[in-house]
Structure formats: structure tokens, C-alpha cells
């Protein structure tokens, strides 16, 4: 018996030398490449920028785009941290099963992307954008009638100046929202609604406004936005 035991563990213990890695491959604006390593059936990657290169796992330099994440067909959780990218995002179409991203002080030019993730079920999004993208992030409505499973979405802006930052006080335009998911909305420095948010928000079971200014005129917004 201590034998097939002994056996078994020793199993255990190497099974994962046997894992097979796949690379995703970061281009650079230098025209220079970056390659990661990640385990092919790895099902969460969260991506940190790092001066420690034992943590880090993606480019301290500026990159452009990311290739090889359609290699990674059971990957359902994603975050990026602080990255070093001002794209539009669309190599995040390749990771077919993602269930759950995470956009954490990232630069973009559009949300376009956001309209093809369609296993998408939870969207952290905290963006800190240049000025002059801002008209794609508060005119511009991006279609959700594809993201039929959608949960939850928590949603912060901030817009870069030359002198610091600033909150614009709107809310994201996302139309056709399927599954009547719940919004968190934080400190996106709120003051009020206009008409048309207030339709754009009647999608959600629930809106919380959390920080945001607007919270201290809320009541009359109740009778038509389940507010939290």
C-alpha cells in the first residue's frame, strides 16, 4: 500500500512538468518583440507591469499589439494592470471563452472592441484616457445586443491634461444591453443626468452611483432607475 501511495505522489509532484506553454508575443513600437510564456490550459492571466522581472509579464516599454491568445482556448478571466498601450484593443477578440475582463488604468482610443466579446459575463473597466479621445467615449454608442450573458459592469473615466486629470461626469453611452445586468458607476464625478442617460440607464437592474456628486440630488431620479 505505501508503495502505490508513494507512487501516486510522485505522480502528482510531476505532472506538472508536463504542462504544455504557449507564448504571446508582444510587438513593441520599436519594432522589437517581447514573448511570454503562459500555461496553455490556463483558464486566468492577469497581466502586471513590474521593474521585477520575476513578477512581470508583459512589456515595460510601449507595445502595439499582442498575438497568441487564440492558442489559449479554456482562458476565461483576463486583467491588464497599468499597461503600457494606446490601441483600440481588438486582439482581446481572440480570446474566445472570456467570461470575466478586467481594463484596470488603461489607455484606449475606443470601447469599440467591447461590442464582440459576446461570452463577456463581468467588465471592470477603469480607463484613463488622452483628451482627444474623449468625444469616442462619450458620443460614440457601442452596441452590446451581442453580450447576451452579461452580468455586471463597473465603469470609472478619467481624462488626462497636461496638468493632471479630470473626471468628465457622464456616463458610458452602451446600447441594446442584454440580461439586464447591474452598473457601478463609482466616482466618474456625476453631477446630473441628462434625458438620454436616464434611458440608457433604465437597462440595468441596478445603477449604484456610488461617490459620485449626483448622489446628494438621488430621489428624484428614483421613479425611474432602480438606484442604489
Known amino acids: 500500500m505505501k508503495k502505490i ?3 501516486v505522489l510522485i505522480f502528482l509532484c510531476i505532472l506538472p512538468m508536463f504542462s504544455e506553454s504557449e507564448n504571446l508575443i508582444f510587438k513593441l513600437t520599436d519594432n522589437t518583440l517581447e514573448v511570454f510564456s503562459f500555461d496553455k490550459d490556463s483558464k486566468s492571466i492577469t ?4 521593474d521585477n522581472s520575476k513578477n512581470r509579464n508583459q512589456p515595460l516599454k510601449e507595445f502595439i499589439d499582442i498575438e497568441g491568445f487564440s492558442k489559449f482556448e479554456q482562458l476565461e478571466d483576463m486583467g491588464f494592470y497599468w499597461p503600457k498601450y494606446r490601441g483600440d484593443w481588438n486582439f482581446l477578440k481572440d480570446a474566445k471563452k472570456l467570461k470575466s475582463l478586467g481594463l484596470i488604468t488603461v489607455n484606449a482610443k475606443s470601447m469599440d ?3 464582440d466579446l459576446e461570452n463577456i459575463e463581468v467588465l ?3 480607463y484613463f484616457i488622452d483628451e482627444i479621445n474623449l468625444n469616442n467615449f462619450l458620443q460614440k454608442d457601442i452596441d452590446f445586443s451581442k453580450l447576451k450573458k452579461l452580468k455586471k459592469i463597473i465603469f470609472n473615466l478619467r481624462v488626462k491634461t497636461k496638468s493632471g486629470f479630470y473626471y468628465p461626469g457622464r ?3 452602451f446600447v441594446n444591453v442584454q440580461n439586464s445586468p447591474e452598473i457601478y458607476l463609482g466616482n466618474n464625478g456625476i453631477k446630473d ?4 442617460e436616464i434611458n440608457m440607464l433604465k437597462q440595468y437592474s441596478i445603477v449604484h452611483l456610488g461617490e459620485n456628486p449626483i448622489s446628494k440630488d438621488i430621489e428624484k431620479y428614483k421613479k425611474d432607475i432602480n438606484i442604489k
Open 5 to 7: 501511495f508513494s507512487f
Open 47 to 50: 497581466f502586471f507591469g513590474s
Open 113 to 115: 472592441v467591447l461590442s
Open 124 to 126: 471592470e473597466l477603469d
Open 171 to 173: 456616463i458610458p453611452r
Open 193 to 196: 443626468l441628462q434625458d438620454s
